[in-house]
């Protein structure tokens, strides 16, 4: 057991409820602060020093000059685990080519698929494994992560075996997905319909097997996989037994529906998300993902995040960080950006970086700074939590304690 403070603020984001909108008021900011730790949990939080008379024979980890806490970040959408660099598509698109030429020209999703393939082990680890410790120095300390640029059964096991590798390596909680239905890859012969189908039958009993992911993704897109096909290959990889996530609504509408008919964990993207689908996703437990760093990648409009959170939905930011629409990977500029363009409060911000995010990982004993819960946080060197989105991401993380053990 450890006493770790004094923290000039330590804004525990208790109390705060799942879904729909957050004033600033509504947060909990303890000034003084402790946080006690045991076993890796949050034994309690409290002002400082009473917890120091309360503890007399405690050991105490003194912390220098003024820090505020939040709970460690979630990132619950990325594409980290891949090969090459599409630096290429970011300065075409920027001088006006399309999708289409883009892909033609030797772009797009297939470029990475063919990189990641023809990448070794060791080398897509080691990229891998670099990722995770900028985004860990970031304060992120879980970090989802999908496969879908394997896109055959070899190379899709071999990213989620990587991914796993990975989590014996570091400290930062790792959830695989697979996303396997990124896109029917070009060398399958057949139809979209006989690829979801090899999917299932080829790729996710493996999966299964050997306990390599329990989640299950979908490009939902005109240029990906079409709505119906969609929805029973969603079915049935619920009667596999994995949990459902969607790209949804990206540039056309309509998927978000789906993904709440499924009883998806989460629909991602829902930027081109209509009036009449954001109710129906606000009434439903599917947690909008808001996915700013693919707005920004690609030019594209913000997902409504003010809309869908006035409309009641649970709404999480997450990066979406991969080589093609969104390669910047910084999580806390880009939900900053979405905050001063969607309006959003910092406490709405912090929720969908934290226990909302959590909540679409089906992960609940982080998120949130209280009792019982894993001694996740960061800590920044400033005398105000408002500073950390105020400054875009260019106020650096101090401390990163991850299951109350500082490894930043
Ligand atoms: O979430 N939208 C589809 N998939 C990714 C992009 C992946 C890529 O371009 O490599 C996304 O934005
Ligand atoms: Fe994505």
Redesign the pocket.
């Known amino acids: 057991m450890k006493l770790i403070g004094p923290f000039k603020q330590i804004v525990t984001l208790a109390d705060l409820p799942l879904r729909g909108k957050l004033s600033d008021e509504q947060l909990q900011v303890i000034t003084d602060g402790g946080i006690v730790v045991n076993d890796g949990k949050i034994q309690k939080i409290g002002n400082f020093e009473a917890l120091k008379s309360e503890n007399q024979n405690v050991e105490i980890e003194t912390i220098e000059g003024e820090q505020i806490v939040l709970p460690g970040f979630v990132d619950a959408?990325t594409?980290i685990c891949?090969g090459g660099n599409?630096a290429n598509?970011f300065a075409m698109r920027n001088a006006g080519k399309t999708y289409l030429e883009i892909a033609e020209s030797g772009g797009?999703?297939w470029s990475?698929v063919q990189h990641t393939r023809n990448a070794s082990e060791e080398e897509l680890l080691r990229t891998l494994l670099e990722r995770i410790a900028f985004l860990l120095s970031l304060g992120i300390t879980t970090i989802e992560i999908?496969s879908?640029?394997g896109l055959d059964v070899e190379n899709e096991l071999k990213m989620l075996r990587i991914i796993k590798k990975a989590q014996d390596q570091t400290k930062a909680k790792l959830v695989p997905t697979c996303?396997s239905a990124?896109?029917k890859p070009r060398d399958f012969e057949g139809s979209n319909t006989e690829y979801l189908n090899y999917i299932l039958t080829e790729i996710l009993p493996k999966v299964k097997e050997e306990g390599l992911a329990q989640r299950v993704d979908i490009?939902i897109?005109k240029s990906?996989f079409q709505p119906e096909e969609s929805k029973d290959f969603l079915l049935k990889t619920k009667d596999l037994g994995f949990d459902i996530t969607v790209?949804a609504d990206?540039f056309t509408p309509g998927s978000s529906r789906i993904a709440v008919e499924v009883g998806a964990k989460s629909a991602?993207?829902l930027e081109a998300t209509i009036d009449e689908d954001i109710e129906f996703l606000a009434q439903s437990d599917t947690v909008a993902t808001a996915?700013p760093?693919?707005s920004l990648?690609?030019g594209e409009k913000f997902t409504p995040a003010r809309k869908l959170l006035d409309a009641g939905a649970i709404v999480a930011i997450a990066s979406?960080w991969?080589?093609?629409?969104?390669p910047m990977g910084n999580l806390i500029t880009q939900a900053s950006i979405l905050a001063t363009f969607e309006k959003l409060t910092t406490a709405e911000v912090l929720a969908g970086m934290t226990f909302r995010a959590a909540y679409a990982l089906g992960l609940e004993d982080i998120g949130k700074l209280e009792t019982g819960k894993k001694a996740d946080f960061v800590t920044f060197k400033t005398d105000n939590f408002q500073n950390v989105l105020y400054n875009q991401g260019s106020l650096n993380a101090e401390h990163v304690y991850i299951g109350g053990t500082q490894i930043h």
Do not use: M, T, V
């Open positions: 959408h594409h891949f599409r598509d797009g999703i990475s999908k879908g640029y996303l990124h896109l490009f897109e990906a790209h990206q991602d993207h996915l760093g693919a990648g690609l979406d991969n080589p093609g629409s969104a």
